[in-house]
């Protein structure tokens, strides 16, 4: 696995422990069968599975992240990032 699939597969999880949801939850959410829902976002989450661009595009949006914060390893950037995108969003600008 790459540092970038590691990155990003933390994030992931990071970004739903702190939805508090289920991988069954966000999985259905994005589109996927619920039958497979959890399995899929697990092997997201633990970097097992490769993550197709469309469906980290569709968690970011679904967690309202930007795609850069998915795969930023600094934390002090992180908290930037994302203060940022919340200012604009709040100013009506879409980001997505």
């Known amino acids: 696995m790459s540092q970038a699939q590691a990155i990003l597969a933390q994030k992931l999880k ?3 422990l702190n939805a508090n949801l289920s991988q069954t939850a966000v999985g259905v959410a ?3 069968d619920e039958s497979g829902a959890a399995t899929r976002i697990s092997r997201y989450e633990s970097g ?3 993550i ?3 469906m980290i595009e569709r ?3 679904f967690y309202n992240v930007p795609l850069c914060w998915l795969f930023s390893n600094e934390p002090d950037l992180d ?3 994302l203060d940022y995108f919340r200012k604009m969003t709040r100013s009506g ?3 997505f």
Request: glycine share 4%; proline share 5%.
């Open 52 to 54: 197709p661009l469309h």
């Open 30 to 32: 994005i589109g996927l």
């Open 14 to 16: 990071h970004a739903r």
């Open 59 to 61: 968690l970011s949006s």
């Open 93 to 95: 600008i879409n980001l």
């Open 79 to 81: 908290q930037i990032i």
């Open 48 to 50: 097992k599975y490769s």
